[in-house]
């Protein structure tokens, strides 16, 4: 039993010394596995540190590499253009040498000049002083010979002298105060009329001189055939609703409205424009629209009575006042805006309201109001001054302005210094130059003037009036008249023109010479 159990024993610590050594090589095996499992790990980072080092370092390199490329062409850059600089600062040297040394031979040669003159200056003074001493020793001898004969002194002689000298002094004296005064007086009158011309052009406004027809842009010529509509309804109930006639002719993408009252023709095309835009013309769309735009335009014209006062810096005026100034940008008198007219006259009798110490509020008020009787209805008989004064009296304007309104073409006799200076107002913006229009005949006329004043001088070949007489167009023949000629030529013109013709603003003279040379080749 004791056997058996030692028996045992020695087996078990066989199999624990067994273990352990079983247990101790597998350890063993596996720390080796590891640790070449480390140093192959340890290897790759390694390997890899190695790699982007280089890598890194190729990065750097080239960083580098470009940063001293960049360096060396800014400074390759500013090498070249202080390079460029300083050549140019050469040239400029070498050309400042040359112009010194130019005007070193200049000065040179002004020396030697000067030396010369100084020279010959000297010979002919010394001559001078000579032959003024022979002068007087013969003047002298001459004096005493004359003495003789005359028997007078010399002294006696030059009292007498002076006293003729003075006579005639005297005349001509008096002579040339006289034509001085008279020049005086013609310079005067022309200085008045300059001026006087300056103040006008100093309160002038633009005009805009207005026709009897307005034309109408379409997009094609089928839009004419629906304005006419079917059998033309369309077109008569337009007429009939606006009081225009509607011409639709030949004239390309384009309809002509006639009317002489300047209102219903703006109705009428601001009416047509709408109804073209819209696409739907009917009788029934057309009286519509009609309707619609004389209250815009009706507003439109209070608005532009208020502007007016406001510019005017008047106030207090009636309503109805108001409505009227603004109806005179639809009127007009011989192609004279009536509300650019009566600013101007406005203007014009407030200036010499207060030259003359009246007060200029009233003195504008009634330059305005003066042809607001021209805005009355048409059909109301009576001259417009009468028609303005009865308005303005219904209105309770002041009576200086309702006199002045009612004398201003001396319907009735004035009352105040206001209404001669408002009649002299009206005058003066309606009489200057280019106010109104001409008729076509003196238009026509004024043009025909022009181009025989132009071909009535010789070397001239043809002569064209254009932009309305505002320039002419001469052409001459080239084998009589030269190009230095025909500068005094086109001077000459125009002053022909300035002194025979009466013409608004200016006339440009172009003279032309041109020179053709032909040859064929065979």
């Not at 005493?144 to 002076?162: F, H, N, Q, Y």
Request: proline share 2%.
């Amino acid at each position: 039993m004791q056997n058996d159990l030692i028996i045992v024993i020695a087996v078990a610590a066989i199999l624990v010394v067994l273990s352990f050594v079983f247990g101790w090589f597998i350890n063993s095996k596996m720390g080796r596995n590891s640790l070449s499992v480390a140093k192959e790990k340890a290897q790759s980072i390694i390997d890899d540190a190695e790699k982007e080092a280089k890598h890194t370092k190729r990065e750097k390199l080239l960083e580098v590499k470009d940063e001293w490329l960049k360096k060396k062409q800014e400074f390759d850059t500013e090498v070249n253009a202080k390079k460029q600089k300083l050549q140019n600062h050469e040239k400029q040297l070498e050309s400042r040498e040359e112009s010194l040394e130019k005007k070193y031979e200049v000065v040179t040669q002004k020396e030697k000049v000067l030396k010369d003159a100084e020279k010959t200056f000297t010979t002919q003074k010394e001559d001078f002083d000579r032959k003024h001493t022979e002068l007087d020793h013969l003047i002298s001898e001459q004096n005493v010979r004359l003495e003789k004969i005359a028997g007078l002194t010399s002294e006696d002689a030059k009292k007498m002298l002076m006293e003729n000298m003075v006579n005639k002094a005297k005349a001509d004296a008096a002579q040339s105060i006289k034509e001085v005064r008279d020049q005086a007086k013609i310079d005067a009158k022309k200085e008045a009329q300059r001026i006087t011309i300056q103040a006008i052009q100093r309160t002038a406004v633009d005009h805009s001189v207005e026709s009897t027809v307005s034309v109408v842009q379409i997009q094609n010529d089928e839009m004419k055939g629906r304005i006419i509509g079917r059998e033309g309804r369309n077109i008569r109930a337009f007429e009939a609703a606006t009081g225009v006639d509607v011409i639709v002719d030949d004239t390309p993408e384009a309809v002509i409205l006639s009317a002489f009252d300047q209102f219903r023709r703006e109705v009428a095309r601001i009416s047509l424009e709408r109804l073209i835009a819209d696409g739907r013309i009917h009788p029934a769309r057309i009286e519509e629209i009609v309707a619609k735009v004389e209250l815009e335009l009706d507003e439109e014209i209070q608005k532009e009575g208020e502007n007016t006062l406001i510019q005017l810096g008047l106030h207090g005026l009636h309503i109805e006042l108001v409505k009227h100034i603004g109806r005179m940008k639809y009127r007009s008198s011989y192609g004279q805006n009536l509300l650019q007219h009566s600013i101007e006259v406005a203007y014009l009798t407030g200036i010499m309201a207060a030259e003359l110490g009246f007060d200029t509020n009233l003195a504008r008020r009634a330059g305005l109001l003066h042809d607001v009787g021209k805005t009355i209805d048409r059909n109301v008989e009576g001259p417009h001054a009468l028609l303005g004064y009865d308005l303005v009296k219904k209105y309770n304007e002041h009576p200086i302005v309702v006199n002045a309104v009612g004398s201003h073409h001396e319907d009735i006799e004035m009352e105040h210094p206001i209404a001669a200076l408002v009649q002299a107002a009206d005058a003066i913006s309606g009489a200057r130059p280019g106010a109104r229009r001409e008729p076509l005949e003196s238009y026509v006329k004024r043009l025909e003037n022009l181009e025989a004043i132009a071909k009535s001088f010789e070397g001239v070949a043809k002569t064209y009036a254009i932009q309305a007489g505002r320039e002419v167009r001469v052409i001459v023949e080239p084998d009589k008249v030269d190009d230095v000629f025909s500068d005094r030529l086109a001077a000459d013109i125009a002053q022909k023109i300035q002194e025979d013709m009466e013409y608004p603003g200016q006339i440009k003279v172009t003279v032309i010479r041109e020179v053709r040379k032909i040859a064929y080749a065979k």
